[in-house]
């Protein structure tokens, strides 16, 4: 095990595209799901080749032909047995249907153009889309995709050093919702802890944290000149775990397991900003997972949701840890032992999106990347509507409307240094039964990615302030620095070596 031996610079490779891995034994799973667009597109193409009518084809498989037009315009993916019926009409096998080429060039370019106008970049322009078909001359064709190959390099290059965390975040949060946000090799590694130092139930005390780390050969130091850019740090000659007790935003025994769990996971020097994040991930989990351990925690939920009285609240009071905690605790159970699909926030009181998880298909803003993280949620969402309500004490619950559908969220503001932020989480209108806090009778409507939900001034205001207005903008410098080099990005190696060496004598 490599920790914190700075052998090398963090490399900075060519990010991929967020669906693409990084890595090709931790990204994103193989298992890819059937590509619906190329699908209907060569569907379409050996009809037609066919010469075979829409009509032909209800009848061959006997499916409406208003179904198969949805398929063949890729907006919606075929069940097995009706795609066999497919190939067999058609004349060709499942894998010739499934193939992954693109019949032709002029097949390739209506499939990459129909992408583009469903992904985030094109929607965020506001502009009419572009039927493709077959009456689309071809010049026309490649112009549009070469007009979104451009827009898109451009964009490329003015985006800052931060774009590769963003990109990073993106594909983290992919592989999380492929695995709803559990992962069992993270708990049984917990499970395997606490029955080592002989936990037996209810909130996890200081006193059993420090036997973890007494269990593990580490002992304890509190300092007060643990390295500013730093939460705690382990040195693994002398076998001690520095820490602060002044934690400020943090729990003392998340930050302690939260070190902790880069021994127990075996983690290495990361050599990338991906892997960097990845290995945070994976110890704020592990951390979560000893705080509130999976076999307690789902007998709660399970319990609460057979009265029909599921609450953050009581999960966070259970095992005395934060709200936040519980709630990113929650996304990790909901789905695997509760079958509710759900999604979290933390947002800014300026209403950026700080940290966001779903697997229940909400319209989360992003960017051309499909980075989340920095954009600027609906002020309609209960993520934004809960900075005003007066009471802060109790959770503030909401129904809203969205595009893709009604949600019910329940919210609570925290501050901390940084400011206001909101913690929600939410699940879709089906789910809100389980929830105590269902009977809410607040309810709103988002209309976004729509520029005129709440991105653009009401009429009224533009037409009497537009070309009158020049505020003064806040510069927020941290925009315009250059992503923090090192393995442990935005660590003073030096600072670091130091402070050890000056307390290994201790």
Known sequence: MQFFTYHQEMQTPTWSKPHQSLDAGNAASSNEEIDVISLGRRIRHLRKQKKLTLDDMSEAVGVAPSQLSLIENGKREPKLSLLSKLAATLGVTMDDLLGAEPISKRAALEIELERAQRGPLYQSLALPTVRVSSRLPMDVLEALVGLQHELERRLEMQAATPEEARRANSILRMEMREVNNYYPHLEEEASKVLAAVGYSGGPLSHHVAADIAT????????????????????????????????????????????????????????TTYYEFLRQRVHTNYFAAALLMPE???????????????????????????????????????????????????????????????????????????????GQAVCRYWTSREVFDIPDKFRSFEQYT??????????????????????????????????????????????????????????????????????????????????????????????????????????
């Open 295 to 373: 076999k307690a925690a789902t007998q709660q939920l399970r319990e609460a949701k057979a009265r029909k009285e599921l609450s953050l609240e009581d999960l966070r009071d259970a095992f005395a840890v934060s709200y936040e905690t519980a709630a990113h605790r929650f996304t990790n159970l909901a789905t695997q032992h509760l079958d509710i699909t759900t999604h979290f926030q933390k947002v800014h009181e300026s209403g950026i999106i700080h940290k966001a998880y779903e697997n229940d298909g909400v319209n989360f803003p992003a960017d051309h990347t499909g980075a989340i993280e």
């Open 215 to 270: 269990h593990l050969g580490f002992s304890l130091r509190f300092v007060g000149d643990l390295p500013h850019s730093t939460r705690s740090v382990t040195d693994l000659k002398n076998r001690r775990i520095y820490l602060t007790q002044s934690s400020g935003d943090h729990d003392p025994r998340a930050v302690l397991l939260q070190a902790i769990g880069h021994y127990v996971l075996g983690h290495e020097t990361p």
């Open 401 to 506: 409307d969205t595009v893709a559908g009604t949600y019910w969220c329940t919210a609570r503001t925290e501050r901390h240094s940084s400011g206001l932020y909101s913690l929600s989480i939410g699940v879709p209108f089906a789910h809100a039964k389980w929830f105590r806090g269902r009977d809410t009778p607040e309810r709103s409507k988002s209309q976004c990615p729509d520029p005129s939900c709440c991105r653009k001034p009401p009429p009224d205001l533009s037409m009497s302030w537009a070309g009158q207005a020049w505020p003064a903008a806040r510069a927020n410098s941290h925009l315009l620095a250059a992503m923090p080099t090192g393995a442990f990005p935005g660590v003073d190696e030096t600072e670091v070596y130091k402070f050890l060496a000056m307390h290994s004598e201790d």
